[in-house]
């Protein structure tokens, strides 16, 4: 049962990245879903959420308009597609799953407490 996340990198203001988060062992779309991150001095903060069975999607103030989170049911994936990325987008992302449900839960972006299975951060740096 693992989570593996990439695609993180180091990138211009105004650039994209896409980071993926391949579930292996379980299968994604019964849980609430999630990509987080922490910067440099700061606490873990949940950017994105996306519900099970896509019941809702919920972003941080900071990325909307900007990033986008999905979920790839063929390869068992989640997605963050961020673009126009700034530097204060700097630091290391995290792939979480919260709760599960056959029916369908909603997300939260917080507590971050509600999500309990992590994978490992793959590091995004903003930077001229």
């Known amino acids: 049962v693992q989570l593996q996340a990439s695609g993180g990198g180091l990138t211009l203001p105004g650039g994209s990245l896409n980071l993926s988060c391949a579930a292996s062992g379980f299968n994604l779309d019964y849980y609430a879903v999630g990509w987080f991150r922490q910067g440099p001095g700061k606490e873990r903060e949940g950017v994105a959420c996306l519900g099970s069975g896509d019941t809702n999607i919920e972003y941080v103030d900071a990325v909307k308009g900007r990033f986008t989170i999905s979920r790839d049911a063929t390869k068992n994936t989640l997605v963050l597609q961020m673009n126009n990325l700034k530097p204060e987008d700097t630091a290391v992302y995290y792939c979480?799953?919260?709760?599960?449900?056959?029916?369908?839960?909603?997300?939260?972006?917080?507590?971050?407490?509600?999500?309990?299975?992590w994978g490992q951060g793959t590091l995004v740096t903003v930077s001229s």
């Open positions: 979480a799953t919260g709760p599960f449900s056959l029916g369908g839960v909603r997300c939260d972006l917080a507590p971050v407490s509600e999500y309990n299975f």
